[in-house]
C-alpha cells in the first residue's frame, strides 16, 4: 500500500511510438491523494502522452506507473476505476444524458435502483437534475461539458484525468467552468490530473502545476512558486508575461550576482540558473515588479533609463510598452489608482526594480 505521499506515482517513466525519438523522458512524479495537478506545456510536450499512459490508452516504453501503491502498466483501461473528461465531450448521441451516465454504471455490473440513484446524485453535482430526458444535441457546449464531467464522476473514481476539457469553450463559460470544477474536485476529495496548454487555466485551478517541455517536467511547484521563482528561462517565459534582458554574469557572491547586459549597463540579479563569471545569462523580471514612480522605488532599487514606446489602456491596469538597454519589448504594467502615473510615447524617463525581484537564469 503507498503512503498518502504517493497515490498516483511515475517511476523512470519512458515513451517512443518509433523505438528512437522519446515522446516521454525519464519522468519520475510522485502525486498524494486529493490533489489536484495540472500537466502543462506547449503542443508535442509530452504532457498528453503522460495522462494517457496513465489512462492505459498508451504504454509505456519503459517504468512503471502506480495507482495507490500498485503498478497498472498492464491492467486494461476500463479495469483501472478511473474517470475521464475529454475535450470533445465523447457522449454517445443516441442515449440520453441519464443513459450516458448509467452507461459506466452497466458495465460495472451494477443494479438498476442503485444506478438510478447515482445518476441522479452525479446530475446534481454539475446542476443539471432537469436534464435527465435529453439528448446531448439538444444540450450547449457547456451543458454537454457538464454532463461529460457527471459521466466521469458518477461511479465515484477516486482519480479523474481531464484533457483539454474547456478548450471548446468560451471565455467567460470556461472561467466559470474552471472554478466549478475546482471547487467539485476538492469537496469530494477526488485526485485530479489536468491537461492544458493555458497557463491561467493551469495556475487558477491546481495545487501544483507540472510545466513540461520536451519530453521532461521543467519544474513542478504551486502556482505561486511557479510564477515567482521560476528554475529556468523557458518556465519564466512560458508563464505568465516577463521581461527578458540578455548579458554576461559578471560575478557572483551568495545571493546575489551582478550582470553586464548586452547593452553595456551593470544590474544586480538573484543568481538561480547561472554559476560561473562569464556565463551567458537571461535576466527575467516581471512587468509588475518594475517601478518608475520615483517616490515609490526602495532604497535598494535597481534603476536604468528607458524610453516609452507605448501606452495601452486596459481598464485595470495600465500597460507601457519602453525601450529599455537596446529593446523595444520591455514591458512594465501598473495598477489604474488615483496615483497612477501616465506616460507618453517619446518620454524619457528611470524604471527601477529590486534585485531580488530580478533572476538571472540560463541563457
Known amino acids: 500500500m503507498a503512503n498518502d505521499a504517493s497515490f498516483v506515482e511515475f517511476q523512470r517513466v519512458q515513451k517512443s511510438y518509433d523505438g528512437e525519438i522519446l515522446v516521454v523522458k525519464d ?29 492505459g490508452f498508451e504504454t509505456a516504453t519503459h517504468g512503471e506507473i502506480l495507482l495507490d501503491g500498485s503498478p497498472i502498466n498492464n491492467i486494461p483501461p476500463h479495469k483501472r476505476g478511473i474517470g475521464m473528461v475529454f475535450q470533445n465531450y465523447a457522449l454517445f448521441p443516441h442515449m440520453t444524458v441519464a443513459e450516458n451516465l448509467s452507461f459506466p454504471l452497466e458495465v460495472r455490473k451494477m443494479g438498476k435502483s442503485d ?11 454539475v446542476q443539471m437534475g432537469e436534464f435527465g430526458g435529453r439528448r446531448p444535441a439538444q ?14 464522476l458518477v ?56 510545466v513540461f517541455d520536451d519530453g521532461r517536467i521543467q519544474q513542478l511547484a504551486p502556482p505561486d512558486t511557479l510564477y515567482e521563482e521560476p528554475e529556468n528561462s523557458f518556465v519564466a517565459q512560458f508563464i505568465g508575461e516577463n521581461n527578458t534582458l540578455e548579458g554576461v554574469l559578471k560575478s557572483v557572491n551568495g545571493d546575489e550576482c551582478v550582470v553586464t547586459l548586452d547593452s553595456g549597463e551593470e544590474i544586480d540579479a538573484k543568481p538561480v540558473n547561472v554559476s560561473q563569471p562569464g556565463e551567458r545569462t537571461k535576466v527575467s523580471i516581471r512587468p509588475e ?41 520591455f514591458i512594465v504594467k501598473t495598477r489604474n489608482a488615483p496615483d497612477a502615473v501616465r506616460l507618453k510615447p517619446g518620454e524619457e524617463i528611470e524604471i527601477g526594480w529590486l534585485p531580488k525581484d530580478c533572476r538571472a537564469l540560463d541563457a
Open 115 to 125: 444506478r438510478e440513484a447515482k445518476v441522479k446524485r452525479a446530475l446534481d453535482m
Open 155 to 210: 461511479f465515484e473514481p477516486e482519480l479523474v484525468l481531464m484533457d483539454e476539457p474547456l478548450g471548446a469553450l468560451d471565455k467567460q463559460l470556461r472561467e466559470h467552468m474552471q472554478f466549478e470544477i475546482t471547487n467539485l474536485a476538492h469537496d469530494l476529495g477526488i485526485t485530479t490530473v489536468y491537461v492544458t496548454h493555458d497557463q491561467t487555466e493551469a495556475l487558477t485551478m491546481s495545487d501544483r502545476v507540472a
Open 27 to 55: 519522468l519520475n512524479l510522485s502525486m498524494p491523494k486529493g490533489e489536484f495537478l495540472t500537466m502543462l506545456g506547449p503542443s508535442g510536450s509530452g504532457k498528453t502522452t503522460c495522462l494517457m499512459m496513465l489512462a
Open 139 to 152: 444540450l450547449s457546449g457547456g451543458q454537454q461539458q457538464r454532463i461529460a464531467l457527471a459521466r466521469a
Open 289 to 329: 515588479r518594475v517601478e518608475f514612480n520615483k517616490d515609490r522605488l526602495h532604497a535598494d532599487a535597481h534603476t536604468l533609463k528607458a524610453t516609452v514606446q507605448e501606452f495601452i489602456y486596459m481598464g485595470d491596469i495600465f500597460r507601457f510598452r519602453l525601450r529599455v538597454a537596446g529593446r523595444d519589448d
